[in-house]
């Protein structure tokens, strides 16, 4: 009757992964099935934790990344968070930015930031937007100016 607890847990996780749509609980109720079919099958309790262990980790490191790929490859939306999310924000160059560096204002943040390669260096006080976060630095580019209007 042990078994049961695993597959509550592994079902509990499962509702909580509707709620963040990250798959890291899926992962995680993954093993939980797992060690529950160890329970199942009579094994000992320590073999159950150490399959589960196994298990999740597998799924979390080979499965999972695997199927945020093919996920957003379809278009299917995420909503990016820490310094995914302030990719695409503009902000303001404080410094002129070049290709080894300078400082931008994003989200009432200074940043270190950088131009790509072969990009012209951007002014102090130019708008821009960020390309890509790497690290601690932001790669920025100019930003464009609104013609439709």
Same mark, same amino acid.
């Given at each position: 009757?042990?078994?049961?607890?695993?597959?509550?847990?592994?079902?509990?996780?499962?509702?909580?992964?509707?709620?963040?749509?990250?798959?890291?609980?899926?992962?995680?109720?993954?093993?939980?099935?797992?060690?529950?079919?160890?329970?199942?099958?009579?094994?000992?309790?320590?073999?159950?934790?150490?399959?589960?262990?196994?298990?999740? +980790?597998?799924?979390?490191?080979?499965?999972?990344?695997?199927?945020?790929?093919?996920?957003?490859?379809?278009?299917?939306?995420?909503?990016?968070?820490?310094?995914?999310?302030?990719?695409?924000?503009?902000?303001?160059?404080?410094?002129?930015?070049?290709?080894?560096?300078?400082?931008?204002?994003?989200?009432?943040?200074?940043? +270190?930031?950088?131009?790509?390669?072969?990009?012209?260096?951007?002014?102090?006080?130019?708008?821009?937007?960020?390309?890509?976060?790497?690290?601690?630095?932001?790669?920025?580019?100019?930003?464009?100016?609104?013609?439709?209007?």
């Amino acid at each position: 009757m042990e078994f049961m607890w695993w597959f509550i847990v592994a079902a509990a996780l499962g509702v909580f992964e509707i709620f963040t749509l990250d798959l890291t609980l899926l992962m995680l109720a993954g093993g939980a099935l797992a060690g529950g079919t160890v329970m199942l099958l009579n094994g000992p309790i320590l073999l159950a934790v150490v399959v589960a262990c196994v298990v999740a +980790s597998l799924l979390l490191f080979a499965l999972r990344p695997w199927l945020l790929r093919s996920m957003r490859k379809r278009g299917v939306a995420f909503v990016e968070t820490n310094s995914a999310a302030l990719v695409t924000m503009h902000a303001k160059a404080l410094d002129d930015v070049t290709a080894t560096g300078g400082r931008v204002k994003l989200r009432g943040e200074v940043w +270190s930031a950088r131009i790509e390669e072969g990009a012209d260096v951007i002014p102090e006080g130019a708008d821009v937007v960020v390309v890509k976060i790497d690290g601690a630095m932001a790669i920025v580019a100019p930003a464009k100016e609104n013609t439709s209007l």
